[in-house]
């Protein structure tokens, strides 16, 4: 389905759940004022039947009223979560319109990164800014699954990810997730609810899926092993003596209740540390459970026929996590203090919580394990499906063997993050050829080379590229394109950018793993006899290396390096206007238009 269609067909289904939505909303309101009615009618009766001293017989009818009460209790919290699921599902939908129009979603739905390092790739590209590609792709759940993607995207050098296997492994999943195109908008409404009751306005933190790991109890038991052996006695003679002192006025001994903070002192600090780490779970536990159970139906499938969640049931993952969101929302009532030290004071509340989520943990561990990995692996692989789904004239990438002799090339290549497509092919580049790429200020060198290598990282990473056909082997990605001066280190333009280009020239260097090197415009900072014999150079010595380079530059001095091959963009002069057509040509420029921008912005200067 193209694009526009998509968008149309989101933005009227989220035009009838909103008249859908107000509508509900006039039925809260009104079932608000039954209730009112039901309960006032409720206490009316009883105080003028206690004000007349009636029999208690006429009492009984006040019951009546006390269930409607109820019952329309009941019908308000159903309804009530009925309509945030409706809100939820509006949201989804105006959030998908807007990551296909790609214009504006960064701003007002992409997720917000704080990285604590980011690599020179990423700078370059963009990749973790408000309007980069990873607030646009994500659309992971998980914390664990974020991090993922965020690693897929922006790999260590050391990461084993980009093995062959790895990345045909990863291709396999999302293309079996891409085929079943009615459960991706499922999966993202479902994955909505995670987020029932918040502000989706907010960039709210993910579920940390590692906090249902937490093993804190088992810590505690091996610290006091005895407070294990004594609480279920201490909590059932405490249970004994509340009938005995009501019905039969026997005294309630203080020394148990005494005996009882002793211990809630020793545990205490311990049991809401572990408590804490689970609060953040509560309410969300009911939406992973119905997650699981879909995925699990879907049986999505890698290359190698395994399926997720293989050697589990629907029942298996129902009846545990049902399990665990019982105990979650014991665990919330310890949110309240006094209500927590009176729990404790009495029934050493917090222990049998503990014991109830080691015995849980103990017998669904093997499953524990199994759905959060695999969880996580779908997750983080999910928003390439969902690019596909949303753009379906992207292509699978072909990811070439070891032994391939061919290098990078494509078709109808285009930045997915320009929603002006602009289509360029790439000519094969093969180990050893440089691409020098001249041509007019503005006239789209530097999208070129971004389209390249957003494309590439999409494809190592087992997604969808934005072209027709995409090929290319197992490679590592170096760009320079934004480098910056940094007055705290007293390191100029000039010399970061010869940082930079140092780092790339070592790591291609006797390398095992051919390299994709993208460069624009370098050495600026310099005279230009200096920056054109530099410029020779580093060409040089990408060409005695495994390297696939293109090079933007306005030097043409560097058409003269041996077996450069030359490609161009060009502008036209149409009505006295610069027109820009961002098409890729053969050979080196033959115009530049330096001059004719300083004039058309009103510098009209003497240049002779």
Same mark, same amino acid.
């Given at each position: 389905?193209?694009?526009?269609?998509?968008?149309?067909?989101?933005?009227r289904r989220?035009?009838?759940?909103?008249?859908?939505y107000?509508?509900v909303?006039?039925?809260?309101?009104?079932?608000s004022l039954f209730r009112?009615?039901?309960?006032?009618a409720?206490v009316?009766?009883?105080?003028?039947? /206690? /004000?007349?001293h009636s029999s208690v017989f006429y009492?009984f009818p006040s019951?009546v009223f006390l269930?409607?009460?109820?019952?329309f209790?009941?019908?308000?919290?159903?309804?009530?979560?009925?309509r945030?699921?409706?809100?939820l599902?509006i #949201?989804?939908l105006?959030?998908e319109?807007a990551?296909i129009?790609i *214009?504006g979603?960064?701003?007002?739905f992409?997720?917000k990164?704080?990285?604590?390092?980011?690599s020179?790739?990423?700078?370059?590209?963009?990749?973790?800014?408000e309007?980069g590609?990873f607030?646009w792709l994500d659309?992971?759940?998980?914390?664990?699954?974020e991090r993922?993607?965020?690693?897929?995207?922006d790999?260590?050098d050391s990461?084993?990810?980009f093995?062959?296997?790895?990345i045909l492994?990863?291709?396999s999943?999302?293309?079996s997730?891409s085929?079943?195109e009615l459960a991706?908008p499922?999966i993202?409404?479902?994955?909505s609810?995670?987020?029932?009751?918040r502000?989706l306005?907010?960039?709210?933190?993910?579920m940390e899926m590692?906090l249902?790991?937490n093993?804190?109890a088992?810590?505690?038991w091996k610290?006091?092993?005895?407070?294990?052996?004594? /609480?279920?006695?201490v909590?059932?003679?405490?249970?004994a003596?509340?009938?005995?002192?009501?019905?039969l006025?026997?005294p309630?001994p203080?020394?148990?209740?005494?005996l009882?903070?002793?211990l809630f002192?020793l545990y205490?600090s311990r049991?809401?540390e572990?408590?804490r780490?689970?609060y953040?779970?509560?309410?969300?536990i009911e939406?992973l459970q119905k997650?699981?159970?879909y995925?699990?139906?879907?049986n999505?499938?890698d *290359?190698?026929?395994?399926?997720?969640?293989r050697?589990t049931s629907?029942?298996?993952l129902?009846?545990?996590?049902?399990?665990?969101?019982r105990i979650?929302?014991r665990?919330?009532?310890?949110?309240?203090?006094?209500?927590?030290?009176?729990?404790?004071?009495l029934f050493l509340?917090d222990?049998w919580?503990?014991?109830?989520i080691?015995k849980w943990?103990?017998?669904?561990s093997?499953?524990?394990e199994?759905s959060i990995?695999?969880?996580t692996?779908f997750?983080?692989l999910?928003?390439?499906a969902n690019l596909k789904?949303?753009f379906?004239?992207y292509?699978?990438?072909?990811?070439?063997s070891?032994?391939s *002799?061919?290098?990078?090339?494509?078709e109808?290549l #285009?930045?997915p993050l320009?929603?002006?497509?602009v289509?360029n092919p790439?000519?094969q580049?093969l180990?050893?050829?440089?691409?020098?790429?001249?041509?007019?200020n503005?006239?789209?060198?530097t999208?070129?080379l971004?389209t390249i290598?957003?494309?590439?990282?999409l494809a190592?990473?087992?997604g969808?590229a934005?072209?027709?056909?995409?090929?290319?082997?197992?490679?590592?990605?170096h760009t320079?394109m934004r480098?910056?001066d940094?007055?705290e280190?007293?390191?100029?333009?000039?010399?970061?950018?010869?940082?930079?280009?140092s780092?790339?020239?070592?790591k291609?260097q006797?390398?095992?793993?051919?390299?994709l090197v993208l460069?624009?415009e370098?050495l600026?900072g310099?005279n230009?006899?200096e920056?054109?014999?530099?410029?020779?150079?580093i060409?040089k010595?990408?060409?005695k290396?495994r390297?696939m380079?293109?090079?933007?530059?306005?030097?043409l001095?560097l058409a003269?390096?041996?077996?450069?091959?030359l490609k161009h963009?060009q502008?036209?002069?149409i009505?006295g206007?610069?027109?820009?057509d961002?098409k890729?040509?053969?050979g080196?420029?033959?115009t530049?238009?330096?001059?004719r921008?300083?004039?058309?912005?009103g510098?009209?200067?003497?240049?002779?």
């Amino acid at each position: 389905m193209k694009p526009p269609i998509l968008i149309d067909r989101l933005s009227r289904r989220a035009g009838k759940l909103k008249r859908f939505y107000d509508r509900v909303s006039i039925l809260l309101f009104k079932l608000s004022l039954f209730r009112l009615i039901s309960f006032c009618a409720f206490v009316l009766w009883i105080s003028v039947f /206690y /004000y007349f001293h009636s029999s208690v017989f006429y009492y009984f009818p006040s019951l009546v009223f006390l269930l409607i009460f109820f019952f329309f209790i009941g019908r308000y919290k159903k309804i009530l979560s009925t309509r945030e699921k409706i809100r939820l599902w509006i #949201f989804v939908l105006e959030r998908e319109s807007a990551r296909i129009g790609i *214009k504006g979603f960064g701003k007002k739905f992409g997720t917000k990164v704080v990285l604590e390092k980011i690599s020179p790739l990423a700078r370059d590209l963009d990749l973790f800014r408000e309007t980069g590609l990873f607030p646009w792709l994500d659309t992971t759940f998980t914390s664990t699954a974020e991090r993922r993607l965020i690693s897929l995207l922006d790999p260590e050098d050391s990461s084993t990810d980009f093995k062959r296997e790895n990345i045909l492994l990863r291709q396999s999943i999302v293309r079996s997730i891409s085929e079943k195109e009615l459960a991706i908008p499922k999966i993202l409404r479902l994955s909505s609810y995670l987020k029932k009751n918040r502000d989706l306005s907010l960039n709210q933190e993910k579920m940390e899926m590692k906090l249902i790991h937490n093993d804190g109890a088992s810590e505690l038991w091996k610290r006091y092993p005895w407070l294990k052996r004594i /609480y279920r006695p201490v909590a059932i003679l405490v249970l004994a003596f509340i009938p005995a002192n009501v019905f039969l006025g026997a005294p309630f001994p203080a020394s148990v209740l005494f005996l009882n903070l002793i211990l809630f002192g020793l545990y205490r600090s311990r049991s809401l540390e572990i408590f804490r780490q689970y609060y953040s779970l509560s309410g969300s536990i009911e939406g992973l459970q119905k997650i699981l159970i879909y995925l699990k139906g879907l049986n999505v499938r890698d *290359k190698n026929g395994k399926s997720l969640l293989r050697g589990t049931s629907k029942e298996e993952l129902k009846s545990a996590y049902e399990g665990l969101d019982r105990i979650l929302k014991r665990v919330a009532l310890t949110e309240a203090p006094l209500l927590h030290l009176i729990l404790n004071s009495l029934f050493l509340y917090d222990l049998w919580i503990l014991g109830k989520i080691s015995k849980w943990k103990e017998k669904h561990s093997a499953l524990l394990e199994k759905s959060i990995d695999d969880l996580t692996v779908f997750d983080s692989l999910f928003p390439f499906a969902n690019l596909k789904w949303m753009f379906s004239d992207y292509c699978f990438p072909e990811i070439l063997s070891e032994n391939s *002799k061919e290098g990078i090339s494509g078709e109808d290549l #285009f930045h997915p993050l320009l929603s002006f497509r602009v289509s360029n092919p790439l000519d094969q580049v093969l180990e050893g050829n440089i691409v020098l790429i001249t041509g007019s200020n503005m006239s789209g060198k530097t999208t070129y080379l971004r389209t390249i290598a957003v494309s590439s990282i999409l494809a190592l990473a087992g997604g969808p590229a934005p072209a027709s056909r995409f090929s290319l082997p197992v490679l590592k990605i170096h760009t320079s394109m934004r480098n910056e001066d940094n007055l705290e280190e007293g390191i100029s333009f000039f010399y970061a950018e010869v940082r930079r280009l140092s780092e790339i020239v070592k790591k291609i260097q006797n390398s095992d793993l051919p390299h994709l090197v993208l460069l624009d415009e370098i050495l600026k900072g310099t005279n230009t006899r200096e920056r054109s014999l530099a410029c020779k150079g580093i060409l040089k010595e990408l060409k005695k290396n495994r390297v696939m380079g293109l090079v933007t530059s306005h030097d043409l001095e560097l058409a003269k390096v041996e077996d450069v091959i030359l490609k161009h963009f060009q502008e036209e002069i149409i009505n006295g206007s610069m027109c820009f057509d961002y098409k890729i040509r053969e050979g080196l420029v033959q115009t530049s238009n330096a001059l004719r921008i300083l004039v058309q912005e009103g510098l009209d200067l003497d240049f002779t």
